[in-house]
């Protein structure tokens, strides 16, 4: 596996292959990676002559009061993962490398960022989108591998890629879950063993909520209701931020069942922040 | 000369160049094709294997106000020019083909799209640089030509293509201009012939400020004050949006003179909004 830490080099390492007829399969992260982030590089390993990921948290993409500085690193354990997946190179530029002295230009994809984790996060999808853009440049891919889990992640970086013509497949992979149903993060990390018992709350909510509505005889609102109340019943979940049913395109909520309908919740289970979701077709 | 209306063949046929390891020289238009761009062609068929022009009036960049729906057209006067000057590929995308249903990705540059031009023409570097970035995604280019008298634009440009990682290679052009000085542009033939003998006021207070400030003795503001006089003494002159010394990189006005210097105009001539520059080195 060869590290490259600068864009340009990274630019030009991608160019070659590509003129090599070779294709690039790319799996962006936050580093702290967890058997989700190694699902993607197995599906990129599958598909791709060449296998690229990155490690670079994106200043860009945390709020003034979020978690930027204590965010969970763990540069060694994350190579090995990487080596013994066959990944053929890790981009992993630092802050000056992909930011400079200042950045003044800005992706934004409106309305879809503003929705749900958007609301409790602003700025967080310009962040992401700016981030991923760069990257896409940098590395080339041909393919472009994301988890469901940041099912907003992945509508807003769709968007972009659609609105803004970029030439990469995106390939969403399954949120990849602990034994109990705790959808895995690098933010569990942050979690108590009683928070974390406790954070099976989330799956379980979404599991009963997909048989609400696929039973027949209910509506988005009331499986809505539902969802606060099993959430609610959980003396450790702090905070509900949203729950409920809503559009997997526009992110609105819906008043009336479709023939896909995203599941999605936000909450704070002590002070730790956690996101889940579930498609549900009917 | 091959003419492309859909994005998708476009990129498919750029890709295909790029796996030869041909590389491609863009002329991006809004047509209506003066000696200008055909300047940019010229330069763009002596460093490229392959030329391709764009023709595509971006509505996104033209305020409610503005003159979209009057905006000069000369569609085969065009396509005969690029023709005869060895251009390989037109691509000429309908609106439809280009922003699709419905748009929600913006690329905005900070900043230096709300100075100059952009304090009166609210949102067109937004529509510039998110037309232009969908357009090298699609084109695919090594190289991309831009003409010095839409200075801001190609400041603007130049920050994204930095920002975002584009690999591609930006070529600025010099201004090319009338026997008397008038900088070429599409919007002149809005003019009646007296406003355009009258236009000329423009280039001379340009030379004039010019040759102030390699004299010595002069600073921006009076240069200022020179340049707002000289404007003001043409009757025909009805708006002066801006005129004076500026940097090159922040488009700020200056205090002090620097190595280089730039000098921007833009006047309203009867209803003909005029811009022109001049880049000053001392």
């Known amino acids: 596996m060869e590290t490259i830490r600068i864009s340009r080099i990274m630019q030009e390492t991608s160019k070659q292959y590509i003129q090599k007829g070779k294709t690039i399969g790319f799996v962006p992260t936050m580093g702290a990676l967890h058997r989700g982030h190694i699902s993607l590089v197995k599906r990129a390993r599958n598909e791709n002559d060449i296998v690229t990921a990155s490690i670079f948290v994106n200043p860009i993409q945390f709020g ?10 763990d540069m060694e354990g994350d190579m090995e993962k ?8 890790l981009f992993m530029p630092d802050n000056k490398n992909m930011y400079g002295e200042r950045l003044s ?4 994809v409106r309305e879809i960022s503003d929705k749900l984790c958007g609301a409790f996060r602003p700025g967080h999808f310009t962040g992401v989108a700016t981030a991923v853009c760069k990257l896409f440049n940098i590395v080339k891919p041909s393919r472009a591998y ?18 803004m013509n970029m030439d990469v497949e995106l390939v969403i992979c399954p949120t990849i879950r602990e034994k109990d149903g705790l959808a895995m993060s690098s933010r569990n990390i942050y979690l108590s063993s009683n928070e974390k018992a406790s954070a099976v709350v989330i799956y379980g909510t979404l599991l009963s909520a997909s048989q609400l509505i696929k039973s ?4 988005p609102a009331d499986v809505k209701k539902h969802m606060i109340n099993k959430l609610m019943s959980n003396p450790l979940v702090k905070e509900i931020q949203y729950a409920g049913v809503y559009d997997m395109d526009t992110l609105e909520e819906m008043a009336e069942f479709k023939k896909e309908n995203l599941l999605a919740i936000a909450v704070k289970i002590g002070n730790t922040r956690l996101i889940d979701n579930m498609l549900v077709e009917l």
Chains 1, 2 share one sequence.
């Open 82 to 89: 990487l080596q013994k997946e066959g990944v053929d190179i």
């Open 216 to 219: 027949g005889g209910s509506n």
């Open 146 to 163: 994301f988890g469901q889990k940041d099912f907003q992640q992945t509508v807003v970086i769709r968007r972009m890629v659609q609105d």
């Open 105 to 108: 230009t800005y992706i934004n």
């Open 64 to 73: 003034p009061k979020e978690d930027f500085d204590s965010y969970p690193k």
